[in-house]
């Protein structure tokens, strides 16, 4: 046997034309239509190979999601081809997702036979031949990039999860992430994937399944966080011939990356999560709404359906239960405000993506009218575990009232930036210093934005705020779908406010006025404030300013209540939240004519130090403007008039005589 599709024996059958009720228990634990020792112990063999426990070449894994490819992981591989082919050595290779440590990729695990697996990080290829060397020829340890093993700690090599990126992390969602080859059904079988499914498909009714995803306390992971198996019983309660299941996979916030890596990753779980879901819901059809961004997702999104059809998981009559469902891919053009429901159905259906107004729900009257589920990509890949391991298992991790865990895409000014999946209820300052390792070059930490471009900024104040729902909501911010962008002294608050309004304005769909007008004036009163009007002299365009930020406050209000979908109505947190934290950096831009962190280049004023400045000149020479003067061996000056502070004085003065402000 080679997959779990080979027949151990004639007794044994499983195909297309007669499925097998049995088929996935079997995969890993054995035929049960019959017994035989020698069947039985070509299943367990079959799962060491899977598994790697058992294996006569040296394996070489090698992360291959998008950030790995990014980092070099092609070229990695190719070197270690060679380097193989040079050596003579026969050995297997093996491309994964990515395992969630995107500041240290590539990373390249090797397992030689009766081994542990043991993973080395920040693979280039010049050291390829070193590492082959010392790993497979020497069966040492490569020290020099050692990131740990994944069997059991030594003195000399410790677990990978005793590295503090991964030491707080509580991994479901992500288990199979970077471990498993995400292209093979065989890999995810023997790992256990489809035993949620299989369980509700021969022991469970429908209103069974909803109750236990109730049970478990799962809400959505999109943002919003509706209770899952509410929405899920409101389906189910709809009689109707046809419902769908669609899966939400239109990532658009800026920083946010985790559904792309769970769908490179290990897509049969999220094609699983649906199947439950359209089990549940006694659904037929489904779609998986990725945006056309995400091409590797793409391929084995659709690569993991053909394959899932071919071994009777997809299709008319699965397992030979009379359920049937299948699923398509749907690309989706980027637009970001396809990711609110309705405006994601519309899209599916040929329309332009716009919203609707709610009632009626998708549950009541969703796609082409007939009820159907929209959830998000981490939302589904939570379902397996929660049917398999019971909801009794997932309502005992996070508060009272988020369960589970979160993942989060850490990123921005942050030590280790990647994948992390905390349980809710740690602490912001848990994920930034703990897990993030903190700010790198000894700078201070300002704000984390969190839940993406309609999130909130939150200030050192608040960084001791639980990760849930509803403390998130307290002090401005929301769950989002989990973007977490870290921020430094360097950072100006209005600046980032500017960033995000402007992305939430080209975003908008225009189909509302408070959303379309208003977020387009918002951005006008943002964009004055850092603006220098000495040049234009023109006294009106002041006096908006001022007159612009009186009314900010009562404009995004009006914003918040009025528009049409979660677009709108979450547009203006990122100014709100800047106001409410950082209000003395508003009035140093308004007032003080000042930019604190030195960014809004209008603001700025470059004056040279006379006591340090050695007369090198080379200041002098790189001015775009000859706003330089000065004799060669003798103090320089700005003649401020002439100065378009482009900061190129700043950046090439070896003596740090260039002071900003």
């Not at 234009?536 to 406050?553: I, S």
């Amino acid at each position: 046997m080679k997959t779990f599709l080979d027949k151990c024996c004639d007794e044994c059958w499983h195909s297309l034309e007669k499925p097998c009720s049995q088929f996935v228990t079997c995969c890993t634990e054995g035929p049960l239509c019959h017994h035989n020792s020698e069947c039985q112990e070509k299943f367990i063999s079959l799962n060491k190979q899977l598994t790697f426990k058992e294996h006569d070449l040296p394996v070489i894994f090698i992360g291959m999601g998008t950030c790995g490819l990014a980092s070099g992981a092609k070229k990695v591989e190719e070197a270690i081809v060679n380097e193989l082919k040079r050596l003579n050595i026969n050995a297997r290779i093996v491309a994964t997702g990515c395992i969630g440590y995107c500041a240290k990729e590539v990373i390249v695990d090797i397992k030689l036979p009766g081994q542990d697996r043991i993973s080395y990080c920040e693979i280039v290829p010049k050291i390829v031949p070193k590492l082959i060397q010392r790993t497979i020829v020497e069966k040492g340890v490569f020290k020099e990039k050692l990131l740990g093993t994944h069997g059991k700690s030594t003195p000399e090599v410790p677990n990978i999860n005793e590295d503090p990126f991964f030491k707080h992390q509580l991994k479901v969602v992500l288990e199979n992430c970077g471990i498993i080859d995400p292209v093979s059904i065989d890999a995810y079988l023997s790992v256990g994937g489809f035993k949620g499914f299989d369980k509700v498909l021969r022991l469970m009714k429908p209103e069974g399944v909803v109750k236990e995803v109730l049970a478990s306390g799962l809400r959505g992971r999109g943002g919003g966080g509706f209770p899952t198996g509410k929405k899920w019983e409101l389906a189910l309660k709809n009689k109707s011939d046809v419902k769908y299941i669609i899966c939400n996979a239109d990532e658009g916030d800026p920083g946010a990356f985790m559904d792309r890596s769970v769908l490179e990753s290990d897509p049969y779980r999220i094609i699983e999560g649906m199947l439950i879901a359209a089990y549940a819901i006694e659904a037929t059809n489904g779609y998986i709404y990725c945006r056309a961004e995400y091409p590797l997702a793409i391929e084995r999104l659709e690569n993991s359906i053909k394959e899932c059809r071919k071994y009777g998981l997809l299709g008319k009559n699965i397992l030979g239960s009379n359920f049937s469902f299948d699923l398509k891919v749907k690309k989706g053009a980027g637009a970001f405000v396809c990711g609110e429901e309705t405006a994601l159905i519309a899209s599916i259906e040929g329309k332009r993506g716009m919203p609707k107004p709610r009632p009626p729900y998708p549950a009541n009257s969703g796609l082409w009218g007939k009820p159907t589920i929209i959830n998000n990509v981490e939302t589904f890949a939570n379902v397996p575990a929660v049917i398999a391991r019971g909801s009794g298992w997932f309502s005992s991790i996070g508060t009272q009232s988020s369960k589970g865990t979160k993942v989060f895409a850490l990123s921005g000014k942050i030590k280790n930036s990647g994948l992390v999946e905390v349980p809710m209820g740690v602490t912001l300052e848990d994920v930034v210093f703990k897990i993030g390792g903190g700010i790198p070059n000894n700078k201070l930490f300002k704000a984390v934005q969190i839940g993406g471009p309609s999130g909130g900024c939150l200030p050192d104040s608040v960084i001791k705020t639980q990760v849930d729902y509803e403390s998130l909501k307290t002090v401005g911010a929301m769950m989002g779908s989990g973007g977490f962008v870290v921020m430094d002294e360097d950072t100006c608050m209005v600046d980032i406010a500017r960033f995000f309004l402007s992305f939430i304005q080209n975003e908008s769909c225009g189909k509302c006025v408070p959303c379309r007008e208003g977020t387009k004036r918002m951005l006008e009163i943002i964009e004055r404030i850092p603006r220098s009007y000495k040049n234009t002299k023109d006294k009106l365009d002041q006096l908006q300013r001022f007159k612009g930020v009186v009314h900010l406050q009562r404009l995004a209000d009006v914003i918040k209540d009025t528009s049409l979908c979660g677009l709108g109505q979450t547009a203006p947190n990122p100014v709100l939240s800047g106001l409410r934290y950082f209000k003395e950096e508003y009035e140093a831009h308004l007032y003080d004519r000042k930019c604190p962190a030195g960014v809004c280049k209008e603001l700025l004023t470059f004056t040279i130090d006379n006591s340090i400045c050695s007369g090198c000149g080379l200041c002098l020479k790189k001015c775009p403007n000859e706003a330089i003067a000065g004799e060669k061996g003798q103090a320089h000056y700005i003649i401020q008039d002439k100065c378009i502070q482009c900061g190129m004085c700043f950046e090439s003065c070896r003596f740090k005589a260039i002071e900003i402000n």
